[in-house]
């Protein structure tokens, strides 16, 4: 588990009170990973630049932050979010590695997603096209020559929240690397405007595998009709979107699925469990 300084106390408190049947857990907090510096990354240059912006000219003269305003949404800032993309450099030795978002709920043992064949692949990830307006013109600029030249705008999105990841794939195929040209190229926002999904789509296109609906059912932070049926057979449950479980303006049908894994009766949650 990733973290930043301000939760880092916190989650190890919580991880030390609470046995998860003898799993290894190791919490690191990302302000050690001191290579991971403007110098290097493209990412970390951009976040400096635009708090310099924002501490010089001020929050309200900052042209970006008038036009942008979700520009200013932590979600959107934390290099927490984009450090997915470094996950090679973090574990140096591992060689595979399957990646969980913070809002997700783990519902089966997914001990068979490291033997599922990548077929060379880097990234294992549902697609998303099922809906048919999540294809790659959906989230760049198919008006950019850069974007247009090298990619199909009817290629299926897929989802980050649930990857299997094969790490040595990754090295060798330098995704870290494309994400930095990428990044770089998108400097001035003409490519994308914003998150993680479409430095992703450009860094893992023609690298993802696509993997089978039930390991990852999304959409429980906005979605009001998704089957009940589905979301009971599914491996992980992804509450994307701003309708998270243990907010107010959460879903009620899809908050027990949450919620049965929370032990209201732990001394940190007496206070802030309503249910
Ligand atoms: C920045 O990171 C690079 C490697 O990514 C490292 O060689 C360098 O020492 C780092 N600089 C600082 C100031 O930590
Ligand atoms: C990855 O980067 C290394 C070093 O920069 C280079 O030698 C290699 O050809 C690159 N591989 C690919 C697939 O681009
Ligand atoms: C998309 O790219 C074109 C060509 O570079 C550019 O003129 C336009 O401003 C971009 N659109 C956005 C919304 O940034
Ligand atoms: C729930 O928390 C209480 C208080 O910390 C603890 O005694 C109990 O064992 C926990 N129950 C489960 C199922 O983890
Ligand atoms: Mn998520």
Redesign the pocket.
């Known amino acids: 588990i990733v973290t930043n300084r301000v939760s880092y106390r916190a989650m190890q408190a919580w991880f030390l009170?609470?046995?998860f049947k003898g799993s290894a857990i190791e919490i690191r907090s990302i302000e050690e990973f001191s290579w991971l510096n403007a110098s290097y990354s493209p990412v970390v240059k951009q976040l400096l630049d635009s708090d310099a912006r924002v501490y010089y000219f001020g929050e309200q003269t900052s042209q970006d932050t008038i036009s942008e305003p979700k520009v200013r949404n932590p979600k959107y800032l934390s290099l927490l979010n984009h450090f997915r993309f470094y996950i090679p450099e973090i574990y140096p030795q591992l060689e595979k590695i399957v990646f969980l978002d913070d809002d997700v709920v783990v519902q089966k043992d997914l001990t068979p997603l490291f033997s599922l064949d990548l077929h060379g692949n880097v990234n294992g990830a549902v697609e998303t096209c099922l809906e048919a307006f999540h294809r790659y013109y959906k989230y760049l600029n198919f008006s950019n020559p850069l974007i247009s030249s090298k990619f199909d705008p009817q290629a299926c999105g897929w989802a980050f929240g649930m990857n299997v990841f094969d790490l040595i794939a990754w090295r060798k195929a330098n995704v870290t690397a494309r994400y930095h040209y990428w990044q770089e190229q998108n400097r001035e926002r003409t490519l994308w405007k914003l998150g993680t999904l479409p430095p992703g789509l450009l860094s893992f296109y023609g690298l993802t595998e696509p993997l089978d609906r039930r390991w990852h059912v999304l959409g429980l932070g906005y979605d009001v009709n998704i089957d009940n049926r589905l979301i009971e057979t599914a491996a992980v449950i992804h509450y994307n979107g701003n309708m998270k479980p243990w907010l107010k303006l959460a879903i009620g049908r899809y908050k027990p699925f949450w919620l049965k894994f929370l032990?209201?009766?732990?001394?940190y949650l007496q206070d802030c469990v309503t249910a």
């Open positions: 009170s609470n046995d032990n209201s009766s732990h001394p």
